[in-house]
């Protein structure tokens, strides 16, 4: 199959290779940073996240990595193309089978973050209601959450792409096989309404292990220590859940929205004014760029306020009550 005029236009243009760059380098920067907040989960959070939080954040990382990556070698690809297709512009496609690695990885790295949200919710919400039952059996809640999480994602990986022809000629890996067009965009209407969801349940737990660590901490004649920290690490778990999953979702909020614009505008514009706005547009790779960011943030945030407390108190002298009182007002940050 040979390049239309339009494609060899868009290939010829200075102004979509250097976004191509820049998505390169937004790439580049969001993979060491999900490196660096994996290593920062598992070396520094221990004391201030939840054992079963780290996992789950931590595989979201896996999931956002996997994406990226293939994305990563998308944008190469392209690239490739550019100073190829101009030459011999009739071998400018490939197969569905040459593209099957970087299109499993992009689904994979989609719909992975979604199920695994969900499990963190539900997660978040056994340990709130049933906290004396969570902390009895909370590994193994997390070992079968995690379990249907990643069987349900393989199952749906299986319906998107059953059926393709893999000897059918796309554009780029970008491109799904025409089978699986309807039913990736069918996940992300359902992915999108299950966000909402998500962010509602999140919010109300958040409200409500905020209001549990509030009314503790005001129980000052009867302080319980480790009531104490099971509260605050309740708290501190809410909060990175409900952050990281509002971040996913303004970002497929966007994604919907551009996406629905321009399946609009497609046939009122160019091909190569149509890949620029795309390839600027899609929000993903900017979303898996915040999220560890974020991770690493939060992370060394608690840990800073609670070192400068303990450095604070002990620098000076004072009464048995009023230490008391401080490390009271330690768990607090």
């Known amino acids: 199959m040979?390049?239309?005029?339009?494609?060899?236009?868009?290939?010829?243009?200075?102004?979509?290779?250097?976004?191509?760059?820049?998505?390169?380098?937004?790439?580049?920067?969001?993979?060491?940073?999900?490196?660096?907040?994996?290593?920062?989960?598992?070396?520094?959070?221990?004391?201030?996240?939840?054992?079963?939080?780290?996992?789950?954040?931590?595989?979201?990382?896996?999931?956002?990595?996997?994406?990226?990556?293939?994305?990563?070698?998308?944008r190469l690809q392209i690239i490739y193309q550019f100073f190829n297709i101009l030459s011999d512009p009739c071998k400018s496609t490939y197969t569905v089978q040459e593209c099957s690695i970087i299109t499993y990885g992009l689904i994979t790295g989609n719909t992975g973050i979604i199920f695994i949200e969900s499990a963190m919710t539900i997660d978040r919400f056994i340990a709130t209601i049933f906290k004396k039952f969570y902390e009895k059996f909370k590994n193994q809640i997390l070992l079968i959450l995690?379990?249907?999480?990643?069987?349900?994602?393989?199952?749906?990986i299986n319906y998107i792409l059953s059926g393709i022809n893999y000897e059918e000629q796309i554009i780029n890996c970008g491109s799904l096989p025409s089978e699986s067009v309807s039913r990736f965009a069918k996940y992300l209407e359902v992915s999108f309404y299950l966000s909402i969801f998500l962010i509602f349940m999140n919010f109300l737990?958040?409200?409500?292990?905020?209001?549990?660590?509030?009314?503790?901490?005001?129980?000052?004649?009867?302080?319980?220590?480790?009531?104490?920290?099971?509260?605050?690490?309740?708290?501190?778990?809410?909060?990175?859940?409900?952050?990281?999953?509002?971040?996913?979702?303004?970002?497929?909020?966007?994604?919907?929205?551009?996406?629905?614009?321009?399946?609009?505008?497609?046939?009122?514009?160019?091909?190569?004014?149509?890949?620029?706005?795309?390839?600027?547009?899609?929000?993903?790779?900017?979303?898996?760029?915040?999220?560890?960011?974020?991770?690493?943030?939060?992370?060394?945030?608690?840990?800073q306020n609670r070192a400068s407390k303990i450095k604070t108190m002990t620098t000076k002298h004072e009464s048995q009550e009023e230490h008391m009182r401080k490390m009271r007002e330690l768990w607090n940050k």
């Open 2 to 74: 040979c390049a239309t005029l339009e494609q060899l236009e868009m290939y010829n243009s200075k102004l979509y290779f250097c976004i191509l760059i820049i998505n390169l380098f937004t790439i580049a920067t969001s993979l060491i940073a999900i490196i660096l907040a994996f290593r920062k989960l598992y070396q520094d959070s221990e004391s201030v996240m939840n054992f079963p939080t780290r996992i789950f954040l931590g595989l979201i990382l896996v999931y956002v990595f996997m994406h990226q990556l293939a994305f990563f070698v998308l």
């Open 146 to 156: 995690v379990a249907i999480a990643i069987i349900f994602d393989l199952i749906l």
């Open 205 to 303: 737990l958040l409200f409500v292990n905020s209001r549990s660590e509030k009314k503790i901490r005001s129980l000052r004649s009867s302080y319980n220590v480790n009531q104490r920290f099971q509260s605050v690490e309740s708290l501190r778990s809410s909060q990175a859940i409900f952050v990281v999953i509002m971040v996913q979702f303004l970002s497929m909020l966007l994604y919907s929205i551009f996406t629905s614009f321009y399946l609009y505008i497609h046939d009122k514009i160019s091909t190569l004014n149509y890949g620029i706005l795309l390839s600027i547009s899609y929000t993903p790779i900017y979303s898996s760029l915040i999220v560890p960011l974020l991770i690493i943030r939060m992370i060394h945030h608690i840990k």
